[in-house]
C-alpha cells in the first residue's frame, strides 16, 4: 500500500511523518523524514533524519551567494543526499517506508533521492509513506496509480492521517 500526504508548505506533513515514527517501534521504519530547523521563530534550515537509527543530519539552509546547490530559497547538500541515497540502497527489513518529502527534483529531474521513488513505485514494504506538494499530484498519482492520498490542511487533517496510517501500519505488522 502507499499512501501520500499532501498539503501546502508548512502545513504538518513533516509532523505526521515524526509522529508516526515516534508511535512505530523505530525498527519498523525504513527511510527518513526532514524536520525543520528553527531559529526562534524563523525557520532556518531542514535536517535529515535516517531510519532507524536516527541519525540527523543538516540537509538545507537559507542559500547564500556562491551556494553549490540552491533550490528554492535553500541550498541543499549534496552530501545529504548521498548520504540517504547510499543508506535506500541498504537491504532493510521493516513494515514501513517513509519518504519526506518528494519534489521535483526528484520526480522530473530524477535527482535528490531517485531512489526514495523508486523504493514506493515498486512497493518493496508492504507500506510505503511519501510526502509532497499538492501541485505534484498529477505526477504522482500517474507514476503511483494505486497511491491513496491524505490532504493535510489542518491539526484535524493531521490527527485523522495519522489515525488512518497508524491503523494501516499495525494492520501491516500482524500481517507480517
Not at 91 to 105: C, N, T, W
Request: proline share 7%; glycine share 8%.
Amino acid at each position: 500500500m502507499i499512501f501520500g500526504i499532501t498539503g501546502a508548505k508548512g502545513i504538518g506533513k513533516t509532523w505526521v511523518c515524526e509522529s508516526l515514527v515516534n508511535q512505530l517501534t523505530e525498527e519498523k521504519v525504513f527511510g527518513f523524514y526532514s524536520p525543520p530547523v528553527f531559529e526562534g521563530n524563523t525557520k532556518t534550515g531542514i535536517d535529515v533524519v535516517i531510519l532507524p537509527g536516527s541519525t540527523r543530519i543538516p540537509f538545507a539552509r537559507l542559500a547564500w551567494p556562491g551556494c553549490i546547490l540552491p533550490i528554492g530559497r535553500w541550498c541543499m547538500d549534496p552530501q545529504a543526499f548521498e548520504s540517504v541515497n547510499q543508506h535506500l540502497r541498504a537491504e532493510a527489513r521493516a513494515q514501513v517506508f517513509l519518504a519526506d518529502e518528494i519534489g521535483p527534483y526528484e520526480l522530473e529531474d530524477g535527482k535528490g533521492w531517485p531512489m526514495a521513488v523508486q523504493i514506493a513505485e515498486n512497493q518493496r514494504f508492504p507500506v510505503s509513506v511519501i510526502t509532497f506538494r499538492p501541485s505534484l499530484m498529477a505526477l504522482i498519482q500517474e507514476r503511483m496509480p494505486e497511491i491513496r492520498v491524505l490532504s493535510i490542511q489542518d491539526r484535524n487533517t493531521q490527527r485523522e492521517a495519522l489515525a488512518i496510517l497508524m491503523e494501516v501500519c499495525q494492520a501491516a505488522q500482524e500481517t507480517v
